[in-house]
């Protein structure tokens, strides 16, 4: 079983890019799916990330505050200004901006400390800034969606905030409780995470295409290159950022990665819960969970064979 989970963790981009075509050529396979499963597949995700962390992974934030700030700093300024940019110099349809926005303004994804550990980066930045940027995103996600996207859509900031309180924090919180009261259960589990949240945020990818087929299949070329410009621009930026700064090299992958790496699924179900009359708001996201997994395989590669570290700071 542990050699079948390890499998299908290991491949998750192959999964990912498997449901959403599947989902484009028979979507009536999902349509029956109601979109609030989206909720509790996402929580299912986060309460598996709260079964990995340890209270010492937030340590980071003390020993180190210079380069958590520097990490959050980008990650909640970049992808959002980005998003904002893209969106209308593409000149964007107010749903599909709104998705993109979402997807900007959302913390950093679950799969980047994978990626990172992957790419030979400082995986303890990434685990922090993982951990701090979802702590902070009740407020600033909402309220950054707001700045960017509430003038022409209606964004209620303080349904989004409790929204990710109980998809987001109280399935970590619960995690973290579970971990500190079971640890001998956890340690069993831990093994068959990856593979439950693969296939959760798979099938969250599969219901949102499904349910937009139609419409992804008449104009999702140009939802593609943007939802891939805005990750390989963040990516790109959030590496400048660590140079320009002059932090390692390990800490420059971590924070690129941290970045580039958003949680769609997050983007995903507050578009579809929140903004319902905007159903195409919902592709964006589901789109990034598809791309993001892709291109974060091909970055981890290009940093371990041609980004090697010279000075370490």
Same mark, same amino acid.
């Given at each position: 079983?542990?050699?079948?989970?390890?499998?299908?963790?290991?491949?998750?981009?192959?999964?990912?890019?498997?449901?959403?075509?599947?989902?484009?050529?028979?979507?009536?396979?999902?349509?029956?799916? &109601?979109?609030?499963?989206?909720?509790?597949?996402?929580?299912?995700?986060?309460?598996?990330?709260?079964?990995?962390?340890?209270?010492?992974?937030?340590?980071? +934030?003390?020993? &180190?505050?210079?380069?958590?700030?520097?990490?959050?700093?980008?990650?909640?300024?970049?992808?959002?200004?980005?998003?904002?940019?893209?969106? !209308?110099?593409?000149?964007?349809?107010?749903?599909?901006?709104?998705?993109?926005?979402?997807?900007?303004?959302?913390?950093?994804?679950?799969?980047?400390?994978?990626?990172?550990?992957?790419?030979?980066?400082?995986?303890?930045?990434?685990?922090?800034?993982?951990?701090?940027?979802?702590?902070?995103?009740?407020?600033?996600?909402?309220?950054?969606?707001?700045?960017?996207?509430?003038?022409?859509?209606?964004?209620? +900031?303080?349904?989004?905030?409790?929204?990710?309180?109980?998809?987001?924090?109280?399935?970590?919180?619960?995690?973290?409780?579970?971990?500190?009261?079971?640890?001998?259960?956890?340690?069993?589990?831990?093994?068959?995470?990856?593979?439950?949240?693969?296939?959760?945020?798979?099938?969250?990818?599969?219901?949102?295409?499904?349910?937009?087929?139609?419409?992804?299949?008449?104009?999702?070329?140009?939802?593609?290159?943007?939802?891939?410009?805005?990750?390989?621009?963040?990516?790109?930026?959030?590496?400048?950022?660590?140079?320009?700064?002059?932090?390692?090299?390990?800490?420059?992958?971590? =924070?690129?990665?941290?970045?580039?790496?958003?949680?769609?699924?997050?983007?995903?179900?507050?578009?579809?819960?929140?903004?319902?009359?905007?159903?195409?708001?919902?592709?964006?996201?589901?789109?990034?969970? +598809?791309?993001?997994? =892709?291109?974060?395989?091909? +970055?981890?590669?290009?940093?371990? !064979?041609?980004?090697?570290?010279?000075?370490?700071?």
């Amino acid at each position: 079983m542990k050699t079948i989970c390890k499998y299908i963790s290991d491949y998750m981009g192959i999964w990912v890019l498997l449901a959403a075509v599947l989902a484009l050529l028979f979507p009536e396979v999902l349509s029956h799916v &109601r979109p609030t499963v989206i909720n509790y597949l996402l929580g299912l995700v986060m309460f598996g990330m709260g079964l990995t962390l340890n209270l010492k992974d937030f340590k980071i +934030v003390f020993s &180190r505050p210079k380069d958590v700030i520097i990490g959050c700093l980008a990650q909640f300024t970049i992808m959002p200004l980005l998003a904002l940019t893209l969106s !209308r110099v593409f000149g964007l349809d107010e749903a599909l901006a709104l998705g993109v926005v979402l997807v900007g303004c959302c913390p950093g994804g679950t799969a980047s400390n994978v990626i990172t550990y992957l790419a030979k980066g400082d995986l303890a930045l990434s685990v922090g800034m993982t951990g701090i940027s979802t702590l902070l995103a009740p407020f600033l996600t909402p309220l950054l969606t707001w700045l960017l996207a509430g003038k022409s859509v209606d964004v209620d +900031v303080m349904s989004m905030f409790l929204s990710i309180l109980w998809v987001v924090i109280l399935p970590i919180v619960v995690g973290l409780i579970v971990k500190s009261s079971w640890p001998k259960f956890t340690e069993k589990a831990v093994d068959y995470l990856p593979a439950i949240s693969t296939l959760a945020i798979t099938s969250i990818v599969g219901i949102v295409i499904a349910a937009n087929a139609g419409k992804i299949m008449s104009g999702g070329l140009i939802i593609i290159l943007i939802v891939a410009l805005h990750n390989v621009c963040g990516l790109c930026l959030g590496f400048l950022i660590g140079k320009l700064l002059g932090l390692s090299t390990p800490k420059r992958k971590a =924070i690129s990665i941290e970045v580039g790496m958003q949680n769609s699924g997050l983007a995903t179900s507050l578009a579809t819960i929140h903004f319902a009359a905007y159903p195409m708001a919902s592709i964006p996201g589901a789109v990034f969970s +598809v791309w993001h997994n =892709i291109s974060g395989a091909i +970055v981890a590669r290009i940093f371990t !064979r041609f980004v090697h570290d010279r000075t370490i700071r």
